[in-house]
């Protein structure tokens, strides 16, 4: 139910600086640690000797020593020495490719000889100083393609964040969707409207007088295996809206990296960047507590579904017209997936066609 020769965000550097993370990545338990030469590394989390969680041990000189025996493996799972044992001849325990890049590690869980690390997507605001980026992590027991779905159709904003970023008039303005290639685009853009507070606070933080009519874009993309960027803002009405001068508006890009533990689970890497005082790390400690909370109401929403979706399989879920981002988002993913299944990968998911 998702593809596995692709990358996903695993984790950030700083979840194993003091010793080993044991994290579950598309169903395969996985270990994330520094090897010898300071690069991150990731391994099955099984250890060969008595099937112990590698990830329960420590780093030694940049290898991995089991918690239960003291088996010491180093970044490419070879067994390297354990106390009055020989384990040379001991097979290799599996080794997932694995790239730190953007502040995030980027981990492959399928056919290691596919991975291309040039395939990880480029994130201008990860490397430009005209950005700010502030985000976290929430566990959420969802099948990943719900938190997809959540993200291409914002219609629900007006209900579930109606206290922050929403709005009656997000439903009242019909989305679009189309499909490029394996990116599928849903926009909504609304005129001569009242900011809501989060973005009337946005403004403010941007110099900009808040209680005047504004324009509002969402524009939600795509792209395989399950990563969504949301652009959002808003600009004084009459300006051009999402073609505003920057001095007329407050925009920014919602980050959405969903990662599949399980089935029925997700690591949901979520944050928002900026590009406006980008320098104002006040500002981006209170608009990373503003989404934080945003997201919380997601989760609490997103995992009741996951409940009933679990509860009532046989039940028909309906589809609307709002729906389309979600629906065509799926059709791309079950594209790749029978393809991928089918053996016709032949590099990463840019080539499963």
């Known amino acids: 139910m998702f593809l596995k020769n692709t990358w996903y965000v695993a984790c950030t550097p700083d979840e194993f600086a003091e010793k080993p993370l044991g994290r579950k990545i598309c169903n395969e338990a996985m270990v ?34 089991c918690g239960y025996h003291g088996l010491t493996v180093d970044g490419g799972g070879k067994c390297t020495k354990m106390v009055g044992q020989r384990v040379g001849g001991f097979p290799k325990t599996r080794a ?22 040039d395939e990880i997507p480029h994130l201008e605001w990860a490397v430009s100083d005209k950005w700010a980026y502030g985000g976290g992590l929430y566990h ?3 099948d990943y393609r719900l938190m997809i779905d ?31 290639g394996d ?14 507070p989060f973005w009337a606070s946005a403004l403010r933080a941007n110099g900009l007088d808040d209680q005047v009519p504004c324009d509002r874009w969402q524009i939600c993309r795509f792209t395989p295996p ?15 809206g999402y073609d ?26 979520w944050g928002m960047a900026r590009n406006f005082k980008p320098q104002d790390a006040e500002l981006t400690a209170a608009i990373k507590r503003g989404q934080g909370g945003i997201f919380a109401e997601d989760q609490e929403v997103l995992e009741a579904q996951q409940r009933n979706l679990s ?43």
């Open 183 to 196: 990116m599928v685009i849903t926009a909504r853009h609304m005129e001569n409207i009242k900011a809501p």
């Open 32 to 65: 994330f640690f520094r090897d010898g030469n300071g690069n991150a590394a990731a391994l099955e989390d099984f250890c060969p000797h008595r099937g112990a969680a590698l990830s329960l041990g420590f780093v030694k000189d940049g290898h991995l020593v």
């Open 226 to 240: 399950s990563h969504v960027m949301i652009e959002v803002g808003v600009a004084h009405a009459g300006h051009g």
């Open 140 to 142: 959420i027991k969802c």
């Open 96 to 117: 997932f490719p694995c790239v730190e890049r953007y502040g995030f590690v980027w981990v492959w869980p399928g056919d290691a000889a596919l991975a291309n690390p």
């Open 311 to 353: 509860a009532y399989p046989d039940k028909k879920i309906l589809k609307l017209n709002i729906d389309a981002g979600g629906v065509q988002s799926r059709k791309v993913l079950d594209r790749l997936i029978d393809a991928e299944r089918a053996g016709a990968v032949t590099g990463g998911v840019e080539n499963a066609a």
């Open 244 to 269: 505003a001068p920057a001095d007329k508006k407050a925009g920014s890009i919602v980050v959405d990296f969903i990662t599949p533990e399980t089935d029925e689970s997700i690591w949901y890497f």
């Open 150 to 180: 959540n993200l291409m159709d914002l219609t629900h904003e007006t209900y579930v964040h109606a206290t922050s970023i929403g709005q009656e008039e997000i439903e009242e303005a019909p989305p679009k969707t189309i499909v490029e």
